[in-house]
């Protein structure tokens, strides 16, 4: 495993980083996030994050070996913010109504509209192949479909057919897809109405049909 994606952070030379190395490291991170707001990830250069964070490239070069390496950090942090997604998806299982799987949706739109930026970077190299980028991906998709695993896996009225995982993971790749092109899909519906009918699929998995 990458030594920057654990607790103890190792710098580029060897050296155990101490607090001030961190919040450096740290600012360098969050400098990346805004500036995926006005440009695409291959435009930016390591001097504008540096200079966003308040530092130098060569100390940017002391944590981070490319700019990909820092683009990793800040989808492992967007990752483990997803993680409020795996309680949304199941408190919205366990409560069983539209309402309930309603409220899941929303919150998975309002996350991917908060942290829209950086997951346009994390898919765009997913995309060309990069695999910490599709593990960052799946990670944060599975937030979304473990709880449908676990409710498809309860259903009793499930068609033979039916692979709790392979449907979960199907369901859950939509919803982030929908989330991702909100604006373009006005052509299919209001806001309202597309959110309304993906609250429909959830439930659908959440509760056997009548």
Known sequence: MNPRTTSTVVAIDGRIAGPRALATRQRLVDALAPLLDSRSFREIKVVDIARAAGTSPAAFYQYFASLEDALEVLAIHVAQQGRVLDDVFTAAAEDGTLA????????????????????????AMAAEGDERFVQARNHLLSAVAQPLVDAV????????????RALAGSLATLLASAATHEGGLSAWGSRDELRESLACLVISAFRPSR
Do not use: N, Q
Request: glycine content about 6%.
């Open 153 to 164: 896996a309860r259903r009793t009225d499930a068609a033979p057919a039916a692979h709790p």
């Open 100 to 123: 309930g799987a309603r409220e899941a949706v929303d919150h998975l739109f309002d996350f991917w509209r908060t942290h829209k930026a950086a997951l346009g970077a994390i898919d």
